[in-house]
């Protein structure tokens, strides 16, 4: 049985053209379908719409009312479903996007500028966290995360790019403690949690030319949910790190933070876009991800 809605829009040309066969042709049924839905709208109101004679298909004094009422209310459903097919491909009104606090501070003031330059009508709501926002729930449009492979399957997301990691601690540290010569020398030493790190404590490492595999589970003396803490913690002697390397290089370079077991690594990471289960990316959100990845990808120096 047709919907409500489709009942009433038949009904209503029907009675515009005062003919079910020429309705049935704007319409592009058949005009068994036409007669059928105007049949079933009038039994499920309990009352005679239309009156049907060989010559003519006229209103019944029920059926004027009910055209009146209904006709503007088809026609305002029309006008919604055309602002919101227009809203899907164009580039204007709020955007709201989470991002990782690190990652944000150091890339993202470039590429909202550029963008909201580009796109006047547009309106950035930006919110900087290292959590794992819960997008549908907290009604964003699009997050950006920096972790290992997405596991969340209420949303779609997309791989930007990977971001290499590196374990370091400060040449103080190391002329104090030692530097490790294998991931078991790692129990030994005082590694800075962050609390985001997808494994927690249990660290996965493989040996770049030999392919050994180590498993680890550590115990942090400190953890928290900053990067930035640990990056400052570690400078100050505090403990080992391990964190994105567009967080270390700077003081990779200057040495005052030293890459330790180098030709061992950790699971990948990447930056991820992450977005509800759109159909069809909405227009401003399919923009801004390309800013992104744009800037990413074009700079291969960026995030190492």
Request: charged letters at 20%.
């Amino acid at each position: 049985m047709a919907g409500q809605i489709e009942r009433i829009r038949v009904f209503v040309r029907v009675a515009r053209v005062s003919s079910f066969a020429e309705a049935a042709r704007e319409l592009n049924v058949s005009r068994s379908i036409v007669t059928r839905y105007v049949g079933e709208l009038e039994d499920e109101l309990g009352v005679q719409l239309l009156v049907r004679t060989t010559r003519q298909v006229s209103l019944t004094a029920a059926g004027q009312i009910y055209l009146e009422r209904m006709e503007p209310l088809l026609q305002e459903l029309d006008r919604a479903s055309d602002l919101v097919k227009q809203q899907q491909g164009t580039l204007a009104g709020d955007l709201r996007i989470s991002a990782p606090v690190s990652f944000g501070q150091r890339f993202l003031p470039e590429i909202f500028t550029e963008f909201c330059t580009l796109y006047p009508g547009m309106r950035i709501r930006a919110e900087m966290s290292d959590r794992f926002v819960d997008i549908i729930g907290e009604e964003f449009d699009m997050a950006l995360r920096i972790s290992g492979p997405p596991s969340d399957v209420s949303t779609i997301w997309r791989k930007i790019a990977e971001v290499p990691r590196a374990l370091v601690a400060s040449p103080a540290y190391l002329d104090q403690r030692g530097a490790p010569l294998r991931p078991e020398d790692l129990r030994e030493h005082s590694v800075l949690g962050y609390s985001h790190f997808a494994g927690g404590g249990h660290w996965q490492m493989t040996h770049a030319d030999t392919g050994e595999q180590v498993s680890l589970s550590l115990s942090y003396p400190f953890e928290t949910n900053s990067g930035e803490v640990i990056v400052d913690m570690a400078l100050r002697g505090g403990g080992m790190a391990l964190l994105p390397n567009f967080m270390l290089s700077e003081h990779l370079r200057s040495g005052a933070l030293v890459a330790l077991l180098t030709d061992w690594h950790l699971p990948e990471i990447w930056l991820t876009a992450y977005y509800p289960p759109y159909d069809t990316l909405p227009a401003k959100v399919s923009a801004f991800s390309g800013f992104v990845e744009e800037s990413v990808l074009g700079d291969p120096d960026l995030l190492c």
